[in-house]
């Protein structure tokens, strides 16, 4: 069973920034590019944000321009900074291995005054 954990959710305002951890272990790290996905209540699931073993980046057009996907491979960690935070960006956060199906348990982030 690939183990993914999630931290770093939390209450932030409009405007305010979060950045979002995962780590996982060595094999599986340095094996698959890694991924954020969200699930707002009442919706589907979406991507995020990945991160190829080698650094390249990709994003949805929602976070485009104001987030950054990163990855220390001395941690076997990947994150996801968010910044100028909109309410439409409350949902659970969940850390992925591209094209599995090894999901975290999610992290709650809710954007609110």
């Known amino acids: 069973q690939v183990q993914l954990v999630e931290s770093g959710g939390g209450l932030v305002q409009p405007g305010g920034s979060l950045r979002l951890s995962c780590t996982t272990s060595?094999?599986?790290?340095?094996?698959?590019?890694m991924a954020w996905f969200r699930q707002a209540p009442g919706k589907q699931r979406e991507f995020v944000a990945r991160?190829?073993?080698?650094?390249?980046?990709n994003y949805a057009d929602s976070v485009k321009g104001r987030s950054t996907i990163s990855r220390d491979n001395t941690k076997n960690s990947i994150y996801l900074q968010i910044d100028s935070l909109k309410p439409e960006d409350t949902a659970v956060y969940y850390c992925?291995?591209?094209?599995?199906?090894?999901w975290g348990q999610g992290t709650q982030v809710t954007v609110s005054s």
């Open positions: 060595r094999s599986i790290f340095s094996m698959y590019p």
């Open positions: 991160i190829t073993t080698g650094g390249r980046t």
């Open positions: 992925n291995t591209w094209g599995t199906a090894n």
